[in-house]
């Protein structure tokens, strides 16, 4: 242990005293578990919740229990209450700890220390007053997990739903909440209970499920470091056990790459693309695109100082590191691209639809200019819409127009330049924006969508679709109920009759692309009937593709992979590389069926295609008839609302050929490679890319409709 | 990635962000453990070179190991070294205590300074758990005209997006290792081999914990002479890193007021 010895009488005698721990410590460390234990994880918390609902108590306690204080310093804490015949409160400790004396201090962010039996606590403390939500805020977005504290004699109170729902915002999932004060409801089950479905229901509704709802009474220390026989009722954790569950933050590794651009250095021969990787790996060989935009590059190398030897050069880096990537070709980077798979990128574009919290006084509006910070980027921008504008701590909030102080909202923003990043839902590191007003960021939020402009409203030329002025949204959508009440080959010639110019139907030879076949042809319907071929089809498909074509008596157009492509990926991955990783499988996807899609559809004001609602929960959110912004065309499943069976009979009766692998248990057929037999009961794109995620077996055709 | 990687992968984000986004920084270098482990960041972050000046505010009673690792390390590191003397005692506050009367020339030479070269940045060593006025730190904080800290309007920070448009005539604090704690410093200096100046390894029972003017700072007992034994000790200790700095502790205030007026 140190001690003060100052050695310079000169200075030291003028107040000894000051040198010893009485000096206020923002940092505790415990001395009985000082022994060196490496892998202790630290874990950044955040406790919010209600003015006055027992913060302070509860950071008291827990400093208390955990042995967290220095030697003497509760009983001199008793010592001064009881001179001042004041009764001790908790509460005082953290008053005295963070220099009581000056007010203007204590109302920002501070840091403590503790240990819990397996985890070190970095307790970020935020204040409680409403005014202050700014560094509740800063404070809260730095937390890996929050606990929320709720007074058992008060309920949920505004600032504990605001603060709720902040934590939904700030991507803050790990939360526990505590019901505080139970001594002073008798320690009631059916009182705790009722704040416990209140505050619940609150936060599943924000998508945050609480780790666990506790029962306490900061004060006298039951249900925090000791289960107490006055809540003998509560079977959860206590608050130490709950604190012992929390995980840090890992760095998403397993999300795909992306690499905000920091900056471009030339210091020397190398031009060095710095910047952190946000999610994913990236590795050299990789090719990469740089968004916004359709630049591709392949990875050099990975620069680092001090320079390491020939061996131990890195060769890739991972998702929360800050590195320097060089590439093979000279394109124009700049700050705020992002380097994302080129068979994954980014989304980009002018127009950005977020969840937004606003601080500033004046309340944001439509028109309200403002500067958008994505990643590294930043651009100015207008708003352009508010939607679902309302104070979240009000129980039954009444939408407004604008979004006041400490409020929330839905808001569209125009942008001047167009910005890359990821829906919240795809990516949460790249799926938040900073709002900037004048010169002070002043909101933020998580991105909802982000598109071109010739996606949300309409523009002249050829991106026009169906007769003038009408968007290919507002088209399919005023059409949608004509549709739904036809039957299939009914709908397929009302998309005839409605659409001036080419309609393309693309097949794969699946039973259902067979009955669609069979209806075009059965009606003699303008329709261009085209197929993909990847060059990695089952020999049955091709079989069956003679034998359609003899059937109807009519040539199917193939579309090819472009032959460059085609080898730089086989050169790059190897003959069967899309089985080393979701990203190897998409660019196989890419390149083999995607880009010869783009160029099948290219001029065409519709297309049709085979998809069913129930083969799987990925295609039920696709739609009868969709519009396909990217591409700027009506999209339309006929077979949308037709079960297996229903397809089944259909082939049956009329006599339609299908692929003979059916009969062995294939039941949705792609390429050879990736697409296996079923096992009774399995879904039915379970045998496409068995290896991976369900939620994500697409190959990239068929982007979900909005 | 291990804690030490994370905290790397952080600062050298920061330090990255700040030689974008400002016009024209420096980083200020105090000679001691903090500010030499954020020139190691610099240069790692910029692949070996600092692409900023490195600035020296010198109160002139600076301990002689200190200003002998400056000139050598300076030409070692290949730096765009500032030296900025500060101005005499009398022309400071004289309803400060002594010790932190005489710190505060420091904040008076760092004024001259900025308005010699007009930096719009200064990436300064700080770190939250020195000293409770710092923990309310933002990594980017703004300063007034008089390099006036206003603790009671920040600005939020979230999200590693930063304020960094400072108003006419104000300037930034860039805080590059404000998450760091002391024993961070002490693992990474170890792994990285980071020189460092000797007082602060224990000699005849003493060390010094922080280093400042030789007038007004003071060695602790300790007898860790190696870096091992400073990390086991700075690891167990309850004693704060700057008690050995007495303009902390003349009066309850001092180091506040030193710090609103433009201390770091």
Known sequence: MLSSDCGRPDICNAKPHRFELENAMNILVSPQTAIALPQRPLVRIVIVGHVDHGKSTLIGRLLHETGSLPDGKLDSLKAVSARRGMPFEWSFLLDSLQTERDQGITIDTSQIRFRTPSRDILLIDAPGHAEFLRNMITGAAQADAAILIVDATEGVRDQTRRHGYLLHLLGVRQVAVVVNKMDRVDHDAGRFHDIEREISGYLNGLGVTPAAVIPISARHGDGVARRSPDIAWHEGPTVLEALDQFSPARHPLDLTLRMPVQAVYKFDERRIIAGRVESGRIAVGDEVRIMPGAKFAVVKSIEAWPVPNEARTPSEAGAGQSVGITLDRELFIERGNVLSPASAPASAGRSIRARVFWLDQAPLAVGTPLVVRLGTAETRGIVSAIDKAVDPGHLAPQAATTIGQNHVGEIEVSLAQALAGDPQAVNPFTGRIVLELDGRIAGGGLVLAIRSPEASQPQHGAARFGQAGESVAARVANLAPRFAALPPAGRLALLRDEIDGRIVFTTSFGIEDQAILHMINDRGLDIDVVTLDTGRLFPETYELWAQTERRFGRRIRAIYPRHDELERLVERQGINGFYASRDARMACCLVRKVEPLDRALNGARAWIVGLRADQSANRRDMGLITADAKRNLAKLSPLFDWTRDKVADFVSAHGVPINSLHAKGFVSIGCAPCTRALQPGEPERAGRWWWEDETKKECGLHDRAR | ?264
């Open chain 2, 1 to 264: 990635m291990d804690r030490l990687d994370d905290l790397e992968a952080q600062s050298v984000f920061i330090l990255r962000e700040a030689f974008a986004r400002l016009r024209k920084i420096a980083l200020l270098w105090s000679l001691g453990k903090d500010s030499n482990v954020m020139i190691w960041l610099a240069r790692k972050a910029f692949f070996g070179r600092v692409p900023f000046p490195v600035m020296h505010v010198d109160t002139g009673k600076k301990f002689p190991e200190m200003y002998a690792f400056r000139e050598q390390y300076a030409e070692q590191w290949n730096l765009d070294l500032i030296v900025e003397h500060c101005p005499p005692l009398e022309t400071v506050d004289p309803t400060l205590p002594p010790a932190a009367r005489s710190a505060a020339r420091k904040t008076e030479g760092l004024k001259l300074a900025l308005a010699k070269h007009g930096f719009d940045g200064l990436i300064a060593g700080i770190r939250r758990d020195e000293e409770p006025t710092r923990a309310k730190e933002r990594v980017f904080s703004p300063r007034g005209a008089e390099g006036i800290w206003d603790v009671r309007d920040q600005p939020p920070e979230f999200w590693n997006h930063f304020n960094a448009s400072p108003p006419p005539g104000a300037h930034l604090r860039v805080h590059p290792i404000l998450h760091w704690t002391e024993a961070d410093i002490w693992k990474y200096t170890r792994r990285e081999k980071i020189p460092i100046i000797p007082l602060y390894l224990s000699q005849n029972g003493k060390r010094y914990r922080s280093l400042g003017d030789a007038d007004i700072t003071s060695p602790v007992a300790s007898s860790a002479a190696t870096i091992d034994e400073i990390v086991e000790e700075v690891e167990a200790t309850k004693v704060p890193e700057r008690s050995g700095r007495a303009m902390d502790h003349e009066s309850e205030d001092a180091f506040e007021r030193l710090r609103t007026a433009g201390y770091l």
